[in-house]
């Protein structure tokens, strides 16, 4: 699960009226809301590099009783 680039120029995108930065904010936010529905037992780290989410790691626990 890939996050979108980030470092790109604004453009707006003519198909919703989203620039390129809107979007990616989007579509990280997808990314990490999918990685907490699909998660029973575990944690989800984001990095960060100036101000922005650069990586999504899902670390998932498996619980025996």
């Known amino acids: 699960m890939g996050l979108p680039n980030t470092?790109?120029?604004t453009r707006i995108d003519?198909?919703?009226?989203?620039?390129r930065g809107?979007?990616?904010h989007n579509a990280t936010l997808a990314?990490?809301?999918?990685a907490l529905s699909r998660l029973r037992y575990?944690?989800?780290h984001l990095t960060v590099h100036?101000?922005?989410?650069?990586?999504?790691?899902v670390?998932?626990?498996?619980?025996f009783t």
């Not at 003519?14 to 620039?19: D, S, V, Y």
């Not at 990314?31 to 999918?34: E, I, L, R, S």
């Not at 670390?59 to 619980?63: F, G, K, L, P, V």
């Open 7 to 9: 470092t790109e120029p």
């Open 14 to 19: 003519r198909a919703n009226g989203a620039t």
């Open 22 to 24: 809107e979007a990616a």
């Open 31 to 34: 990314a990490v809301a999918d």
């Open 42 to 44: 575990g944690a989800v």
């Open 50 to 57: 100036d101000g922005k989410v650069v990586q999504l790691d």
């Open 59 to 63: 670390t998932e626990r498996q619980r």
